[in-house]
């Protein structure tokens, strides 16, 4: 595994785990491909169009997430968490 692939790899990790997001999902809605985490656990190359793609797609989520309680929830996501705690549909 190059050093590029090593950084990119700890990238997903960070984001992995600070967003709660499954490595599969994760790999499925940043570039199409759910194998992608677990290809690359397994010291598998990345092209730098997907290492792009990656990048994109963590600084996107990163950029329209807050944090609470520790976990980085969608802000659409904790307005239904508000409104289901009032009882409403969101």
Do not use: C
Request: proline letters at 1%.
């Amino acid at each position: 595994m190059t050093k590029d692939t090593q950084k990119l790899l700890k990238e997903i990790e960070a984001f992995l785990q600070a967003s709660g997001m499954g490595a599969s999902y994760f790999g499925k809605k940043a570039t199409g491909n759910s194998e992608l985490v677990a290809r690359l656990r397994e010291n598998g190359r990345v092209w730098p169009e997907t290492a792009a793609k990656v990048r994109s797609f963590i600084k996107r989520h990163e950029t329209s997430h807050v944090r609470n309680s520790g976990r980085v929830i969608s802000e659409g996501r904790r307005q239904e968490r508000r409104a289901a705690k009032r009882g409403e549909a969101a």
